[in-house]
């Protein structure tokens, strides 16, 4: 159980994807000033913001749990150019960079009904065959889910209206939610089989929210409920089987700690934290709890993916790296490659492969590399440029396990002075 301080301590500083994407730069450099500010509220004050990423082998016939899919060469060559300029295709950059595509968007009048649209990514699969997403209206008041599989796009149903995209699993299933109130989320759903599927929430319990979904069809979140006695809000880690989303199951805590739980590894595993003191911690199964030892009392890492026998995060502000072997209990620093200012991309920019291949999606924020910092994957000890158009920088956080493709978006660098909006291009590169 866990009391309000403590939700503040482990839940509130987590990234979460924010549905509304507030995206800015500098108008007289047109450098990027801010990123996605990915924030989910819940009872009142307190920010229970917990991570959404999608996890765990499934439908794809893969021998390992490593993610090699690839999409074709360019499923938007026909897509005719966003609403931002951006364009389907441009000139190759050079064996030292990815490949960009401009995601299409789907051919429906409720899409062409959108004044000045802006078209963002919210979660990939860890194939990244599927993405999830949403384009709006650039007042942001009519917001309209997009499924994409292999790169072309289609529509969600209009139950979706309006709602927030969280994850996508391997067979294609969302999860999602329809709102939000002070409590958390607000009509919770799976939707797979061309049918939604609705979360059940167990009596007691006034509020919710929602991490991922894994290949199974199984959700993790969390539950909030008052008690008696207790100052705030309780909490309770959550999972929603898939053959039965109605109850979910209620995790234990660990003895003498509270934790976290903020989202799936690509094998399945739990990933969260402990409190006092945000000590990493992942979970796979009843008495399989193991506490991650990390760099100092001042850095607590948080865990961004699992594979196998490995374990992969970040000091949280991504200037720090690191990997887990679980069979040796040994921890290692992941070197960054001569790039002063480097910086992680957050909570879906790390993954871990089976072989214990990390790949980082990141950014040198550094006065020498210029105004315009170009968008980078680290690999193998390698770097390769996430491009842009001309007159766009690059926005992007989303990769499929292993990063042979990366999800994310383009912006329009607006000259001084001018007043249109940023209005982002949803995009993906090949790497």
Known sequence: MTDERDVRGWLATAEAPDFRLDLRHTVATGREKARQRRIRRVAGTVALGLAAIVAVPGAIAIASRDRTDSLPDDPAASASASASGAPATIPDAGPDACRYHLLPVPDDPAVKELKDPQVVVSAVDPTGRWAVGWIASNDRQTQLMILWENGKARLMPPETKNGHPIAVNEQGQVLGKSGLNEYGAVGSWVYRNGSFDRLGIPAGYPGHDLNGINAAGDVLGYVVYHQAGATGLQSRVAVWKAGDLSTPQLLPNPRNALWGAER?????????????????????????????????DTESPRLRDSNGDWVVGDTGTGRRVFRWRLSTGERTEVPIPSLPGFRAGGMTGITVRSDGEVAIIGRQEDPAAGPDSPLLLLRNGQKKVLPAPDGFWASGSHMSTGGSIVYGEVIRSLEPNEQKKDMPAAVYWTC
């Open 264 to 296: 799936f590894g690509s094998d399945g595993t739990i990933l969260g934290s402990l409190q006092p003191g945000m000590r990493p911690y992942v979970w796979a199964g009843p008495g399989t709890g193991r506490e991650l030892s990390g760099p100092s």
